[in-house]
């Protein structure tokens, strides 16, 4: 797996509960491990991760879009919705990257 090494570090400081490392290390760590989890179909585990990276930054709009997608592959569609918003509204300049009638949703959800 790749980045297994750094996944496994994360997750041992994470046992530890060492507070001295940078936010943004601890936020790419906790996509990393909500990744992992996703990829083992472990969804819940996945978005307890999620949500740990989003309580160290909630403006961090790539989050939201993985986390709705977990939220999406769970069947939730309600959650991955909002996720989805979120993910607009952190990020508006990715509702170019949509096409006809979804741009338009997209601009929407941004507001």
Same mark, same amino acid.
């Not at 041992?12 to 046992?15: E, S, T, W």
């Not at 060492?18 to 936020?27: A, E, G, L």
């Given at each position: 797996m790749k980045n297994c090494t750094f996944v496994y570090i994360i997750k041992?400081? !994470?046992?530890i509960n %060492? %507070?001295? %490392?940078?936010?943004? &290390?601890? &936020?790419e760590a906790f996509?990393?491990?909500g990744r992992e989890a996703f990829s083992e179909k472990k969804y819940d585990d996945a %978005?307890?991760?999620y949500n740990s990276a989003l309580e160290l930054n909630p403006h961090?709009?790539?989050i939201y879009r993985?986390? /709705? +997608? &977990?939220?999406?592959?769970? +069947?939730?569609k309600h959650h991955a919705e909002e996720d989805m918003?979120?993910?607009?509204? @952190? !990020?508006?300049?990715? &509702? @170019? @990257?949509?096409? /006809?009638a979804f741009q338009a949703e997209g601009r929407e959800l941004c507001h």
């Open positions: 041992c400081i !994470n046992k %060492i %507070i001295d %490392i940078h936010q943004d &290390v601890k &936020v996509k990393l491990l %978005i307890r991760y961090a709009a790539e993985e986390r /709705g +997608g &977990v939220y999406y592959a769970m +069947g939730d918003q979120a993910y607009f509204r @952190e !990020n508006p300049e990715a &509702v @170019e @990257e949509l096409s /006809g």
